[in-house]
């Protein structure tokens, strides 16, 4: 049973860039949430997906944008990339049926130049 | 003030010694606590999660949460150095929102 997956693992990209993450939930979750995580911090949430829309969002600028498939995959994307969004973006997936917590996936480091 | 403080450590123990770690919350409306591992390079990893007041054990680990106090706490009994990583508390009105600690950077010595 495969869990979240999430790719790339690690990307490098200059200021003014735009960078797109992918992620795969745990079999059997419909609900995807993307979190940022800098060095020495906890995550930090930015966005959650469910039946293909935004359900809640955290503190973000709208440079950070999000999609879901009907699949239930998300792509997360941030436009006019900062040297301050160099972190850990993590996906995490539920299931809508039942108060369950999330299962996270291993990220991926985003290093910005 | 941040929704959940926790003490960042790092916390350094002997191999058996007992661990506790702790948070504590700001908002009395939350209603699910969360503990999660991260080793190093590895996403969160869930240990435990409770609803409301009480105790959970699950093997070696407990959750404690006090609403009272707006208090959490995850305690290791017989740690192992398999145990050294970054314990992270989490909160939630539902299950759709987290609210982390920064995490606490535990070491356990062979």
């Known amino acids: 049973d495969a869990g979240v997956t999430q790719s790339p693992t690690h990307l490098i990209k200059t200021r003014g860039q735009q960078v797109t993450l992918r992620c795969s939930p745990k079999s059997g979750h419909d609900t995807v949430s993307w979190y940022q995580q800098a060095l020495g911090q906890g995550p930090q949430f930015i966005f959650q997906y469910y039946e293909e829309e935004e359900r809640q969002r955290g503190n973000f600028p709208d440079r950070f944008s999000g999609h879901q498939f009907p699949n239930y995959s998300s792509e997360l994307n941030v436009n006019a990339l900062l040297l301050g969004d160099s972190a850990l973006y993590l996906c995490a997936s539920s299931s809508s049926a039942g108060n369950q917590p999330q299962h996270f996936g291993d990220g991926t480091r985003l290093s910005i130049l | 003030q941040k929704e959940v403080e926790q003490d960042p450590g790092p916390l350094s123990v002997p191999e058996g010694a007992i661990v506790s770690l702790n948070c504590t919350y700001s908002n009395s409306a939350f209603q699910y606590f969360m503990w999660y591992r991260q080793y190093s390079r590895k996403g969160p990893e869930l240990l435990m999660y409770t609803y409301s007041s009480g105790n959970k054990e699950d093997g070696r680990f407990t959750a404690q949460v006090d609403k009272s106090s707006k208090y959490i706490s995850l305690f290791i009994r017989d740690s192992q150095p398999s145990d050294s990583a970054t314990y992270l508390c989490?909160?939630?009105?539902?299950?759709?929102?987290?609210?982390f600690g920064s995490g606490t950077k535990l070491n356990v010595k062979p």
């Open positions: 989490a909160t939630d009105f539902n299950f759709n929102k987290f609210y």
